[in-house]
Nanobody, 119 residues
Framework: QVQLVESGGGLVRPGGSLRLSCVTS????????MSWYRQAPGKERELVAG????????NYADAVKGRFTISRDNGKNTVYLQMNSLKPEDTAVYYC????????????WGQGTQVTVSS
């Protein structure tokens, strides 16, 4: 059974930092492309950052470039999202996503962790 469990969300003031973690189990973590998505109230879910299985390819949404850093530890089956210089518009539920390299395999999602940026 595949599980993705996010943690690290919370309430933070503008300009603050948070580090999200997503611990996975039940999959061959090192071959999965991992991503962080977020969904704010009334908005569609959007891609925040993604990282390839070997960590060699990373991409970010323009809105978070220079402030967020995605990383992974394949020995711990975990992907991270370091979020610095947080803004109120970063407020959302953040979801972890695991995409298989094999065709016709649906991606896996975590349950989400709430991030609220407010003074």
């Amino acid at each position: 059974q595949v599980q993705l469990v996010e943690s690290g969300g919370g309430l933070v003031r503008p300009g603050g930092s948070l580090r999200l973690s997503c611990v996975t189990s039940g999959l061959t973590f090192g071959i999965y492309h991992m991503s962080w998505y977020r969904q704010a109230p009334g908005k569609e879910r959007e891609l925040v950052a993604g990282i390839s299985g070997d960590g060699g390819t990373i991409n970010y949404a323009d809105a978070v470039k220079g402030r967020f850093t995605i990383s992974r530890d394949n020995g711990k089956n975990t992907v991270y999202l370091q979020m610095n210089s947080l803004k109120p518009e970063d407020t959302a539920v953040y979801y972890c996503n695991a995409k298989s390299p094999y065709p016709r395999v649906d991606p896996y999602w975590g349950q989400g962790t709430q991030v609220t940026v407010s003074s």
